[in-house]
């Protein structure tokens, strides 16, 4: 049973930092591209950053710089490094796996994913 469990979540003020932890279970973790998306209230999902397999990593242009994805083989897990936060990235955080090896952009189309987590809420107060 595959399982994708988001924590680090939280209320933050503008400016400031946060880092989301994603832990994988059920897959190969190591082969897999893993994905951080977003939603916000009457939005729809969107792309935030990837790291493929290799290491090699894509971000959506309204993060590069603030944001920052890595991974850790060997604790199958994946993190997003949030910082300089904005309102704006008021959002549900979900992680995302997906086995094939694609281009990198391809990695921020939603639909090539196969497993997601449940979420977890980033607030972030003006």
């Known amino acids: 049973q595959v399982q994708l469990v988001e924590s680090g979540g939280g209320l933050v003020q503008a400016g400031g930092s946060l880092r989301l932890t994603c832990a994988a279970s059920?897959?190969?973790?190591?082969?897999?591209?893993m994905g951080w998306f977003r939603q916000a209230p009457g939005k729809e999902r969107e792309f935030v950053a990837a790291?493929?397999?290799?290491?090699?990593?894509y971000y959506q242009d309204s993060v590069k710089g603030r944001f920052t994805i890595s991974r850790d083989n060997a604790q199958n897990t994946v993190y997003l490094q949030m910082s300089s936060l904005k309102p704006e990235d008021t959002a549900v955080y979900y992680c995302?796996?997906?086995?094939?090896?694609?281009?990198?952009?391809?990695?921020?189309?939603?639909?090539?994913?196969?497993?997601w987590g449940q979420g977890t809420q980033v607030t972030v107060s003006s």
């Open positions: 059920g897959i190969t973790f190591s082969t897999y591209a």
């Open positions: 995302a796996a997906e086995a094939t090896v694609r281009p990198l952009r391809q990695l921020a189309l939603a639909y090539n994913y196969d497993y």
């Open positions: 790291i493929a397999w290799s290491g090699s990593t």
